[in-house]
């Protein structure tokens, strides 16, 4: 019997189209558009001007804070200008736009694709290059590693999880990264487990990915203290709280993080980022992504530099298909609507996903029907019947005693409920209010 | 026959005793009641709506029979007769507010600002704006999911259908403020409701350049500053890259509405302009406009402009 979290949980089926597809590089864009926030916190800070010569890899944006991080130059070329542009989500932020000059990397960073087993640097000097390198956690959440690895004074953790669950369906980033790369995520999560003093690491991998298991188990057996643990394909295996309830048994109290059982939790492909940052020197302006829908001539798995446009990589998989309605940031389960193919990709892109029209039209809005099904299937244990129609009602301390602030986001209850009923969206609004009284009250 | 007759006198007894006992407990925790406050909330025009900032009219009644001065507050539904009354019954002497109204500061009509996505989430305004933009390219304008029009409980709001904007119906706009609180851009606002409904405002909340508004919004303001210049009362500024109007200042002259290169300055309830300008105070000493154009021609003008650019 696999390993899966208690209560909860849906089964969407999985799509993975581009599972079989390698990693290929995505030619080098034109121009690179750079955006200054690609992850939660503080907006970095631009400390380069217009007309400046940059190399890859050389740090365009200094992190403006603690929850913050670097960012570096993608490419290589002339700073063609600072200036606000559309985003993901249409609204217009600040981005470093670069003109593409050849591709002359920084001399630091060591291009050579051997593998480096030995590592030198202490803990501190890990943790503080971790932060140099601007790696934000890769599974879409983007919240800065240094910031993770940096314990609260007083909290030790005993055991370092590695999420390379991949539950959002039709990803495949993370699983091929792994079947590529299963050496250096070693070496990176064992430089993870110095930085957070730790005898023990796990890597969770949904039974989806049978190869990726076999792959994993076979290259971990070389490395001490790393075990690999199958878990069932369930959706949301990969939230940070169930994959923890999922691997080593252990609870978080409600509004705590996962130090609070000992716990740090890390995403596959920022242990590669980590591997590449510190055995490298190569900071994060590269991950891998998928483009993929039913409707795409080749779904595929890039390894793009940040701040090229989405439709080179769309044109790189077969260009956009006719009957597409909706490009997907992420996965179909938490990922978000594009308002343009314009738009950047970022640190925070793990894939791109074409839906038709049929796919992804929402269905008309019924009545509730007191079925419980949202509560049956919501991982946290909340009632999301209930929490929507107290976010309409704007009924904010009810939505605080029931505890809307544990609420994941996982789209479990809207995904399944049989009346339509938008129950995240209302949520997720109730959510914010919340969090916005919460803050105003400290 | 005896029982009946006990019962009768028994049940009196009772009856009595308990009138007794209560009038004294009555009497032992009464609690005095300025009688005043039942005298203005008769006078308030129990809509309840919350306008005055106080959750109902019997808490607005209490705080107004409280207060020292009362100049500050206002009933947005009564207006200044129904403050008049309040007034007398209170003794104090009333200065009568100008009425004001709810105003949409959006022109993005579907021909004047054309959609650029299809939206098809939860339909409300503040899930949207949380969400993205907006569904055309400006990220500050109308979302055009009614969030105004649920909140207004007057019925003085109603989505047009064909330009995909609310309409305030001036009429039973009691100026309560609850859509500008809805609305999660800010696009309504309340403001003075002028000489015989008369007003000018723009009608953009548009922060972007120049280009990048125009491009969105055959109508946005552009930030051109063409209207701050031409107003002879100073009542209009320019702040990242967005007019506004104060309508303390503004004496109604409709020279910055001639002079927008874009239409985005709207003005209601005007007579058709003539050859000559206005018999306004203000447009008196104003030099003569060499060639009003009226608002209408103007944006229908853009529109041509804009078809010839795409082209």
Request: proline share 6%.
């Amino acid at each position: 019997m696999l390993k899966t979290f208690s209560i909860g949980g849906i089964h969407p089926e999985g799509n993975k189209l581009s599972a079989k597809s390698a990693i290929q590089e995505l030619p080098i864009p034109k121009i690179a558009t750079i955006p200054i926030a690609q992850h939660i916190g503080a907006p970095a800070k631009a400390i380069v001007k217009k007309g400046d010569e940059v190399k890859v890899g050389q740090l365009i944006a200094k992190a403006s804070g603690f929850v913050s991080a670097n960012i570096h130059s993608s490419v290589s070329g002339t700073v063609f200008k600072i200036d606000d542009v559309m985003d993901a989500t249409g609204f217009r932020r600040t981005a470093i736009i670069i003109k593409v000059d050849g591709d002359e990397w920084l001399e630091t960073i060591d291009r050579s694709k051997d593998l480096v087993t030995e590592i030198t640097q202490t803990k501190e000097e890990i943790i503080k290059n971790i932060g140099e390198a601007g790696i934000v956690g890769l599974g879409g959440a983007t919240f800065p590693a240094h910031v993770k690895l940096s314990l609260p004074p007083g909290k030790v953790a005993d055991v370092l999880i590695i999420n390379a669950v991949e539950c959002e369906p039709y990803l495949t980033s993370d699983h091929r990264v792994m079947l590529e790369k299963a050496d250096e995520i070693m070496v990176g999560i064992q430089i993870l487990m110095k930085a957070i003093d730790v005898k023990r690491a796990i890597i969770g991998i949904e039974s989806n990915k049978p190869d990726a298991i076999a792959h994993m188990t076979q290259i971990s057996s070389k490395y001490p203290g790393i075990e690999i643990c199958p878990l069932k394909t369930q959706y949301p295996q990969g939230g940070e709280k169930q994959l923890i309830a999922a691997t080593i048994k252990r609870e978080i109290p409600s509004g705590a993080l996962p130090i609070e059982v000992g716990a740090v939790v890390q995403n596959v492909g920022s242990a590669f980022a980590v591997y590449e940052a510190i055995q490298k020197n190569k900071p994060l302006f590269e991950r891998v992504a998928t483009v993929t829908g039913k409707s795409l001539k080749n779904p595929s798995n890039w390894k793009f530099r940040v701040g090229t446009p989405v439709n080179d990589i769309i044109e790189a998989s077969g260009g956009l298909p006719e009957d597409t309605a909706k490009i997907i940031a992420g996965g179909p389960m938490m990922g978000k609507a594009l308002v343009s193919v314009d738009v950047p990709l970022t640190k925070g892109s793990s894939g791109l996903l074409l839906l038709a029209e049929e796919e992804t039209a929402r269905k008309d809005i019924k009545a509730c029907i007191r079925c419980g099904k949202c509560v049956s299937v919501c991982p946290m244990g909340l009632e999301p019947y209930l929490l929507m129609v107290l976010a309409e009602k704007k009924n904010y301390e009810r939505l605080e005693s029931d505890s809307v602030m544990d609420c994941i986001e996982c789209g479990s209850c809207s995904f399944t409920c049989p009346a339509n009923r938008p129950l995240l969206d209302y949520i997720r609004l109730g959510k914010g209010k919340v969090g916005q009284i919460l803050r105003a009250r400290k | 026959m005896d029982t009946i007759v006990i019962t009768i006198i028994a049940l009196c007894a009772i009856g009595v005793a308990s009138a007794i006992i209560l009038y004294f407990v009555a009497q032992k925790f009464k609690v005095y009641e300025d009688p005043r406050i039942d005298e203005v909330e008769e006078v308030l025009p129990a809509a309840n709506c919350g306008g005055c900032g106080y959750p109902g009219c019997r808490s607005f009644a209490e705080a107004l029979v409280k207060a020292d001065d009362i100049s500050s507050m206002n009933c947005p539904v009564g207006g200044a007769p129904v403050m008049a009354k309040v007034g007398s019954i209170l003794g104090h002497e009333i200065k009568a507010s100008d009425p004001t109204v709810a105003v949409v500061r959006c022109n993005g009509t579907c021909d004047n600002r054309p959609k650029t996505n299809t939206y098809d989430g939860a339909a409300s305004c503040t899930i949207a704006a949380s969400l993205y933009s907006g569904d055309t390219g400006c990220q500050y304008g109308c979302l055009g999911l009614g969030e105004c029009v649920d909140a207004c409980k007057f019925d003085a709001m109603y989505m047009d259908k064909e330009t995909g904007l609310p309409v305030v119906i001036e009429d039973k706009c009691v100026s309560c403020g609850a859509c500008v609180e809805a609305c999660p851009n800010n696009i309504l606002e309340l403001r003075k409701k002028g000489p015989k409904s008369r007003r000018i405002f723009v009608s953009c909340v548009n922060k972007d350049k120049g280009g990048i508004a125009r491009k969105a919004c055959s109508t946005a303001c552009i930030g051109c500053g063409k209207c701050v210049k031409e107003c002879p009362f100073g009542a209009i500024t320019l702040e990242n890259n967005l007019a506004y109007i104060d309508y303390n200042k503004c004496k109604l002259c409709r020279k910055c509405v001639i002079v927008c290169p874009t239409g985005a300055i709207q003005e209601l309830n005007f007579p058709p302009r003539k050859e000559k300008p206005v018999d306004k105070p203000a447009a008196a000493t104003a030099k003569p406009v060499a060639k009003p154009v009226a608002k209408t021609a103007v944006s229908s003008e853009n529109k041509e402009n804009e078809t010839t650019d795409n082209k």
